[in-house]
């Protein structure tokens, strides 16, 4: 049984990946705030030049503050605890239904060469992390 919930994960990894989608715990907000802030704080002090100083300073500290957060959703799924995975899994498995396979070379494609089941579990995926995780999606360009 083991191996077939490290099966759907790696499934899942394969579907992000190939979604290029990273995912930002939420708290994002913190990042903007200082830029914004310190852009305000420096336009109050320094006029024009002092937005252009504050909002630089601002965008390092919000990246300082925000580092570490964006991870790709192959890593976040492959962090999970046992727990989190078991509920992914039996998320995902009302959606793969009575699908056999004997290794993750086949489930992947099964799924792959299915758009409709693909869609599913990517929508399946993503709303768990939402939900679950409380985290962010977004798409890679």
Same mark, same amino acid.
């Given at each position: 049984?083991? #191996? ?5 994960m790696k499934?899942c &990894?394969?579907?992000? !990946? ?5 995912s930002?715990?939420k708290?994002? /907000?913190?990042? !903007?705030?200082?830029? @914004?802030? $310190?852009?305000? !704080? ?7 030049? @002092?937005?252009? +100083?504050? /909002? !630089?300073?601002?965008?390092?500290? @919000? &990246?300082?503050?925000?580092? /570490?957060q964006?991870k790709?959703l ?13 509920? $992914? ?7 793969? /239904? ?8 086949? $489930? ?5 060469g299915?758009?409709?089941l693909? #869609? ?6 993503? @709303?768990?992390?939402?939900k ?6 977004h798409? +890679?360009?």
């Open positions: 049984m083991a #191996h077939r919930v490290d099966d759907v499934l &990894c394969e579907l992000s !990946a190939n979604q290029q989608v990273k930002t715990v708290g994002s /907000g913190k990042g !903007a705030a200082a830029a @914004g802030g $310190l852009a305000f !704080a420096g336009g109050v002090v320094g006029g024009p030049l @002092g937005i252009a +100083v504050g /909002g !630089a300073v601002g965008g390092l500290l @919000g &990246c300082w503050l925000t580092s /570490g964006f790709p192959p890593q976040i799924i492959m962090e999970l605890s046992p727990l989190q995975q078991q509920k $992914l899994y039996d998320d995902l498995m009302a959606i793969l /239904g009575d699908i056999q396979w004997i290794d993750l070379v086949q $489930l992947t494609a099964l799924v792959m299915n758009t409709s693909k #869609h599913q579990l990517t929508a399946a995926l993503l @709303g768990y992390v939402n679950e995780l409380q985290a962010e999606v798409y +890679v360009d």
